[in-house]
């Protein structure tokens, strides 16, 4: 499978997907204390990780808007997705038609209207994005800020924001209009069809829903006005009557007639509401009445004689080793007693089950059988074959005994 810069990155990020996971949700990681330095280095040489002051990193705002739109994460005081710029490069590339046309330069005319498409799709999904994030803010109101502060300040920042995509969109009509007249003119009707189908159809139902939420914005914030005016005069009410603690407040009339029930001398009896855990008498009598009143106990029938079953099972097998493993048994054995280094090949000619096994193939198992008990087994090389200059073989393998039993060597 070839490479390419694409699937690297994305090896990449999959390879480290826990940093970026963590870093999305912190915001700044530091290497070596938040995540490791190789992960930190990995997705550096990726452009995935910018620099976040002296020693922290940051996500790609690229890679953190799209995690957060997969996981529809809006949080407070994100920008709009910008769409000025694309339609700009979209009005500029249709000026550029002209002149590749004089030109007869026709396979860059085809390149152009890729790229128009292609920016059509961005702009598409950038208003569907900002549509989208927009209707989420509304609809939480105080869902992601703390303070009314918070709050007055947020709605201006996206009614600003809003009246920027609302003038962009007025604008991408005009561009991509005269795009779609002058391609059908040109006989371009493929581009001309492109445009009303992904752009132009859409944008009807794009600037409805754009001017009522202008227009739900204007009234949280007139509303969040009214209700810092009444905080005000709260707090002044609340003022006067701290400075003037004789004050019996204002004179006013009931504007509805007062319930008969606020009236009466005597208000009803409350019922009190008894604890489980209460050891009053009220408690214990309101128990005895209730187990009174249930009714009485289902008598069960006598249960039916179950024939019993023993189940004899059969004692497991104890499995014989095999010549091999008794001999590798007598090895670590040798090897526990030994005070010295000594060969596997010497010592196989000494035991005659050991003697069962070809040689090479009792070597490799009495090596990995050794290591696996933690002893130190150093392999002897064979001489390199003629023409080589490494050597891949080997014909031996010293044991140490147990008192140096450590890291081996291959």
Known sequence: MTSSPIKDVLKTLYQHADVVEQTRRDGIIVPAQDAPQ?????????????????????LHPKLRDFLNDHLQLFPAYQTLAEIGSRISQAHQLWNDVDD??????????????????????????????????????????Y?????????????????????????????????FDRIESEATARGMPELAKFVRMNLQAHLQTWQHAMAEMQAQLSREIFRIREVEDSHKHLARLDLLMRQQPSWLGFE????????????????????????????????V???????????????????????????????????????????????????KRATDKFSLAEWRETDDLAKTLQPHIWLGFAVLALREQKYRVEVVSSPARPGERFRHRFHDAMVHPASAAGPTKA
């Open 252 to 283: 006013l009339a009931p504007s509805a007639p007062i319930p008969n029930f606020l009236l009466a001398a005597r208000l009803p009896d409350f019922v009190p509401q008894i604890e489980p855990q209460d050891t009053d008498h009220q408690f």
């Open 285 to 335: 009598e309101a128990m005895v009445k209730e187990v009174a009143a249930l009714p009485p106990q289902p008598v069960e029938p006598q249960p039916k004689e179950i024939k019993r079953f023993k189940r004899v099972v059969d004692e497991r097998p104890v499995k014989k080793k095999s010549d091999a493993a008794i001999a590798l048994d007598r090895l670590a054995g040798a090897a």
């Open 38 to 58: 190789a992960s930190v280095g990995a997705l550096r040489q990726a452009n995935a990780l910018r620099p976040a002051g002296e020693d922290g990193y940051r």
């Open 143 to 175: 869902g992601n800020v703390r303070t009314l502060e918070a709050k007055k300040s947020q709605n201006r920042f996206y009614q600003r924001e809003a009246n920027i995509l609302a003038q962009d969109m007025s604008r991408m009509a005009g561009v």
């Open 100 to 141: 590749l046309y004089r030109a007869k330069d026709y396979s860059a005319v085809e390149n152009i209207v890729e790229t128009i498409e292609s920016t059509v799709f961005d702009i598409g999904d950038s208003v569907e994005r900002n549509l989208l994030y927009l209707h989420t803010l509304l609809s939480t109101r």
